[in-house]
């Protein structure tokens, strides 16, 4: 099939930010045989009623046909249907078992494959709310503290934190479930 001959749906409630599109394109690269597993589905007009990141991915990496296999007609749906079918597409069910992943899992590969890892285990960091954050407990960072300051960040996610982190020309080691962050002041 001609990628062209596919819309891209101009209602799409979803986006992808850059790091992770840049994981999807790395992922269709890598496994394109995961598009055959699971294809972008398309209404009677070819217009996406899942897969628009892929779509769009797969016009970015400069493909001009794709297998047939890849997309999947669901010419039937009623317009209610199609709704529907476009958000429950990507509402994900379920909730990841963080022991099991870290036990049997390779952190490392989980990241690349585009699976959004929280900064603590079996913690999501979109739930916590001020009465979660306790400014005037005592903090006592591995090794010595005497004269430094505590600063709490709070970012939407791990890409938004390195990203901004790395603007600011921050040194910072990332680890598996925290990052260490070495703010050091300087004379005007």
């Not at 669901?74 to 990507?90: G, Q, V, Y």
């Not at 509402?91 to 989980?110: A, F, K, P, R, T």
């Given at each position: 099939?001609?990628?062209?001959?596919?819309?891209?749906?101009?209602n799409n409630p979803r986006t992808?930010?850059?790091?992770?599109?840049?994981?999807?394109?790395?992922?269709?690269?890598?496994?394109?045989?995961?598009?055959?597993?699971?294809?972008?589905?398309?209404?009677?007009?070819?217009?996406?009623?899942?897969?628009?990141?892929?779509?769009?991915?797969?016009?970015?990496?400069?493909?001009?046909?794709?297998?047939?296999?890849?997309?999947?007609?669901?010419?039937?749906?009623?317009?209610?249907?199609?709704?529907?079918?476009?958000?429950?597409?990507?509402?994900?069910?379920?909730?990841?078992?963080?022991?099991?992943?870290?036990?049997?899992?390779?952190?490392?590969?989980?990241?690349?494959?585009?699976?959004?890892?929280?900064?603590?285990?079996?913690?999501?960091?979109?739930?916590?709310?001020?009465e979660d954050v306790d400014l005037?407990?005592?903090?006592?960072?591995?090794?010595?503290?005497?004269?430094?300051?505590?600063?709490?960040?709070?970012?939407?996610?791990?890409?938004?934190?390195?990203?901004?982190?790395?603007?600011?020309?921050?040194?910072?080691?990332?680890?598996?479930?925290a990052w260490q962050v070495n703010?050091?002041?300087?004379?005007?």
């Amino acid at each position: 099939m001609k990628l062209n001959q596919i819309k891209p749906n101009p209602n799409n409630p979803r986006t992808i930010k850059d790091a992770a599109f840049e994981k999807l394109c790395k992922s269709i690269q890598e496994f394109p045989k995961m598009l055959s597993l699971r294809p972008m589905v398309v209404d009677q007009d070819n217009v996406v009623l899942g897969g628009n990141m892929r779509l769009k991915a797969l016009q970015h990496l400069g493909f001009k046909e794709i297998p047939d296999e890849w997309v999947r007609k669901a010419s039937e749906l009623t317009d209610d249907e199609k709704r529907r079918f476009i958000i429950s597409d990507n509402v994900s069910g379920g909730e990841w078992d963080w022991e099991e992943l870290q036990e049997s899992w390779n952190i490392d590969e989980l990241s690349e494959w585009g699976l959004e890892m929280s900064w603590a285990v079996g913690h999501d960091v979109n739930s916590m709310a001020d009465e979660d954050v306790d400014l005037t407990e005592d903090f006592d960072p591995i090794g010595e503290a005497a004269g430094l300051q505590r600063v709490v960040f709070i970012f939407d996610g791990a890409d938004e934190a390195e990203s901004y982190l790395n603007n600011l020309g921050v040194e910072f080691k990332k680890m598996n479930m925290a990052w260490q962050v070495n703010l050091h002041t300087r004379s005007i």
